[in-house]
């Protein structure tokens, strides 16, 4: 392995030393993507680097029932698809509901002017909504996965870039700070104005052994497209 490494490396160097520097900033930015890819696949199998998975979610059962539950259907992310939306434990902070999504596993915040239909809460008699249609849009959201940090491996923060020297892969200003806390491990809010905890280390970005020989293999057909020559050119 360590010599088919080495020769990689080799055929690498080659390639990069015969490409002038517009081509080396293209190829660069192709091999950038490649690399987001792998960190995206690995956030989206909830693994750190080395392969080991990313400690739990804790569950929430230290919070006190609200005594008024509430359930409504609201847009997803804020302008989607109607989702339903079933809380417990929530509290109102201006025109903002804050508290423990049911559906989403999670604590969310809602905007009181967006919600579509208040359907009544479990256990009365639901007359806001045909029970069929809740069920369905119940049903469609249970099945839904719920892996952490979605948003965050979207390429909307997660980005590529490159110039002739170099390629990188990197969280945006406004992603970074909450990318950090969790990459480390820290304390943070769990949403503005709300109780802090402490959570665990997860990595969310970095290259395991087996991630060299990958990148090169791809630097190198990259190349090989760029120069004319190479094993996708031969083909």
Known sequence: MAEDLAQLHDIAAACLAALDPPA??????????????????????????????????????????ATRPVRFLYPSGGSGEPRLVD???WRQQGKMMIGFDREADGLRTFKESRVIRWITPEGQADTSMDASAARSVQGRVRRRAQPMFRGLRSSRWLKAGADSEAAWVEFTSRASRIARVHHDGGRDQVAPGGPEIDYPRRELIGFAPSDEAMLLNAFIDHAGDALGWGRRAGR
């Open 24 to 65: 080396r900033r293209r190829l660069l930015k192709r091999l950038s993507g490649d690399i987001r890819r792998v960190q995206q696949r690995r956030m989206a199998a909830q693994k750190a680097p080395d392969g080991s998975s990313w400690p739990k979610r804790k569950p929430r059962r230290d919070m006190k029932p």
């Open 87 to 89: 809380m417990r434990s």
